[in-house]
């Protein structure tokens, strides 16, 4: 009986060539996250100034010390750490501004969630305060269910929550305690 070598090695060959093909998927992502763990950020930014526009108008100026970038993640995020300013912008080019400890946007939502000892001062000073906030870039709206603090020139409003489109025109403190002013 004769045994053909070539026949086998070429059939080995065949088989290991198809068995390398079926193995090779779309690992070019796996590769790119190759030394990085899952938790960690890809990128570590400091001084941020971000700007957030609509139609060519500055809606929103982002500015804090250090910036984590998550974007490596299923649901990406920025976070902000070390202080954080928020400044929002009006129709008529009026600053407010948001101070905060942390902040994490949202990638996905344009969602703005500041944390810890957020305080507001409108452009006609009027002060929040609170320990979350987020703001909508989008619907370019403010809004809580934390405790909040709302001092405005003649009253001291505490509540559980908070809304308030960003020129602050329609600000709404919910469950209202405190001391208000009523008119006649």
């Known amino acids: 009986m004769k045994i053909n070598v070539a026949y086998y090695i070429s059939n080995i060959v065949t088989i290991f060539i198809v068995t390398m093909f079926f193995s090779c998927n779309d690992s070019f992502k796996q590769v790119q996250k190759l030394g990085i763990s899952e938790n960690e950020p890809i990128g570590v930014e400091y001084n ?30 920025h976070q902000f750490t070390d202080g954080v300013t928020l400044y929002v912008y009006d129709k008529e080019n009026r600053k407010s501004t948001v101070v905060a400890d942390n902040a994490y ?17 409108t452009h006609d000073n009027r002060v929040l305060k609170t ?22 020139d003649q009253d001291l409003i505490n509540g559980n929550g908070f809304d308030s489109n960003s020129n602050f025109t329609n600000a709404e403190v919910l469950e209202v305690t405190g001391i208000i002013t009523l008119e006649d």
């Open 131 to 152: 320990n979350q906030l987020f703001y909508d870039q989008k619907k370019e709206w403010l809004y809580t269910n934390k405790p909040v603090s709302f001092k405005t």
């Open 105 to 121: 946007v949202y990638a996905n939502t344009d969602l703005i969630d500041m944390q810890d000892n957020v305080v507001i001062t």
């Open 48 to 77: 941020s100034n971000l700007k957030y526009t609509d139609s060519g108008r500055v809606t929103a100026n982002l500015i804090s010390s250090k910036m984590f970038d998550y974007s490596n993640r299923d649901f990406p995020f």
